[in-house]
């Protein structure tokens, strides 16, 4: 590549940088608006709103934000709960249940997946949970340290 052409493509590469930082931002924006907006759809019905939500807008969104550490802190204290070791789908359904989602919305469930498996490998680097194989050997199971 040519020396004229080197200051081109370095800016051009600084500004995609910014445009992928600009749309995480809006992404994580839309995840705490569309949490919200479940939030408040809760809310009304717990008011006795007898109007029809789904005539209203509806956010198609699957996105679940967890600010930082939310979700590691969520994950000890139900392990902390559990008197047996639980799975990462486990963990996974009790969290899109406990937050009003569905939990045979495949998608979300193996998104929570992930992000739950995440944060147990966090915990289990800080000595803060530990694992298992069940009987079958299938799956792993993880438990609280004490």
């Known amino acids: 590549m040519g020396e ?50 789904d005539e ?11 600010h930082k550490s939310e979700l590691q802190q969520h994950v000890l204290a139900l392990l902390r709960k559990a008197p047996n070791p639980l799975s990462s789908r486990d963990l996974a359904v009790q969290i899109a249940t406990a937050d009003g989602r569905d939990r045979y919305d495949k998608r979300l469930i193996l998104d929570l997946i992930k992000r739950v498996s995440k944060a147990i490998g966090t915990l289990r680097k800080r000595g803060l949970v530990s694992g298992c194989r069940d009987s079958a050997a299938a799956r792993h199971l993880w438990r609280a340290s004490k």
């Open 4 to 53: 004229e052409y080197e200051r081109t493509v370095g800016g051009l590469l600084k500004k995609r940088s910014e445009m992928i930082g600009e749309l995480h931002a809006l992404r994580e924006r839309m995840g705490v608006v569309t949490n919200d907006l479940h939030s408040l759809d809760r809310v009304l019905q717990a008011f006795g709103y007898e109007g029809n939500l």
């Open 56 to 66: 209203l807008p509806v956010v198609r969104s699957k996105m679940v934000l967890f």
